[in-house]
């Protein structure tokens, strides 16, 4: 049988570096898009790159999307580049519009292009779903976004499903709420949690700086749902589906459940930071995986717990074993944010 072809955006994201291992895994020859930077930032991806094969590209450039599809011819074509952080979303709403919105239309117009009969994945959000009008929210259920990141996410989805209709693609959405890892940027909160405990126990930091710790998530592991991703791609018609767990979970439950993990008291430690706080909450986001469990025979393998506690173990285990000491912090819109970056 033909050895099948995957186009992977975004491969040195989180999900990017688990997709990889998986279509590897299942026998498939991998592409991964990257862009230029100053420096390479393969620390997710270092452990695949004598299997992968890189292509150089960037959501912006149509030019270069149209060149990777023609060069790849992608049996299936996975679309995870995004500018991803939402507080980045107010400093930088053009940017986060162009990349995360308009990209997707950029990556279409490259696959109807070049690769018309390549099945295509987009990695829609459950923060499109915002300021929610139903619980828990399932593919009905209509969009309310509350940052520039949701609405590009929003606009991400809607041309997927209209090069669906219009072109006849073979066009997914994955509507996928929070999935978390050891290889979560450091930016986000389960990871910023994680890691500022285990800085904390190893005596590195004395505080962990948060915003609104009553803010309620759908929290999964990211390994789970690549598994998702995939699958959605083998059925014998494109649809869109949700991707959660079905449980919620607030920030403060995930401070509680990780400063357990390491034997200490999260009141000793936690500082609530006004700055911290977005202009415009996602108060509380629970997800309906009916669909993905009926159709798909998809449903998460990993408890809430077992994520966390997985993840204060990894970044004991990285910090533990550093020889050199940790670089300097530079400070971000998120405040207290280690420049340095851990991907076990
Ligand atoms: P991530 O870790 O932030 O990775 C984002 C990826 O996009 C990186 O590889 C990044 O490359 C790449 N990228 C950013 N701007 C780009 C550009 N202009 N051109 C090409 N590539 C660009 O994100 P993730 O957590 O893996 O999420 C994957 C996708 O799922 C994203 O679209 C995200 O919005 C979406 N999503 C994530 C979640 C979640 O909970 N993780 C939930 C729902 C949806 P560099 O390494 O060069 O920066
Ligand atoms: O925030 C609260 C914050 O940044 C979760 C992205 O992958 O998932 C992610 O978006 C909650 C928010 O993720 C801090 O206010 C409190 O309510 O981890 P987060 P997110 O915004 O939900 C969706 C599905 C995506 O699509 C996105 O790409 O935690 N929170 N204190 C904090 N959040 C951060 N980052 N830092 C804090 O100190």
């Not at 599809?69 to 940017?95: G, H, I």
């Not at 009553?214 to 649809?239: I, K, T």
């Amino acid at each position: 049988m033909k050895q099948k072809r995957a186009l992977i955006t975004g491969l040195t994201g989180q999900d990017g570096s688990y997709l990889a291992e998986l279509l590897l895994d299942k026998g498939y020859k991998v592409y991964g898009m990257v862009r230029r930077s100053s420096l390479e930032r393969f620390d997710r991806i270092k452990h695949l790159l004598d299997r992968i094969h890189l292509v150089q590209g960037d959501l912006t450039d149509q030019s270069s999307l149209d060149e990777a599809v023609k060069r790849t011819q992608p049996d299936e074509v996975y679309n995870l580049a995004a500018q991803s952080f939402v507080p980045t979303s107010w400093n930088q709403p053009v940017l986060t519009g162009e990349v995360t919105g308009l990209g997707v239309t950029r990556m279409l117009e490259a696959v109807r292009r070049y690769k018309r009969d390549a099945k295509f994945y987009q990695a829609s959000s459950s923060e499109m779903f915002g300021k929610v009008h139903q619980s828990p929210q399932n593919e009905q259920t209509s969009f309310y976004p509350r940052s520039p990141y949701g609405v590009a996410k929003v606009h991400g989805h809607m041309i997927t499903v209209n090069y669906r209709e219009s072109y006849r693609l073979f066009a997914c959405s994955g509507i996928l709420f929070n999935h978390e890892s050891p290889r979560r940027g450091l930016e986000f909160v389960t990871r910023k949690i994680t890691y500022g405990v285990a800085k904390i126990k190893l005596g590195l930091a004395k505080e962990l700086r948060l915003g609104n710790l009553s803010a309620r998530r759908d929290w999964g592991f990211a390994g789970d749902y690549v598994e998702a991703m995939w699958l959605m791609l083998q059925q014998d018609r494109p649809d869109d589906y949700v991707i959660a767990t079905g449980e919620s979970h607030s920030v403060q439950d995930v401070v509680n459940k990780a400063f357990t993990a390491a034997e200490l008291d999260p009141k000793a430690y936690v500082v609530v930071d006004q700055a911290l706080f977005r202009p415009a909450e996602v108060e509380n986001l629970i997800g309906d995986a009916s669909k993905a469990r009926r159709v798909l025979g998809w449903h998460p393998r990993t408890s809430f717990g077992e994520l966390i506690d997985t993840m204060v173990k990894a970044d004991l285990h990285y910090l533990g074993n550093l020889s050199s000491p940790l670089p300097s912090t530079i400070v971000g819109e998120e405040g207290d944010m280690p420049s340095d970056s851990s991907h076990p």
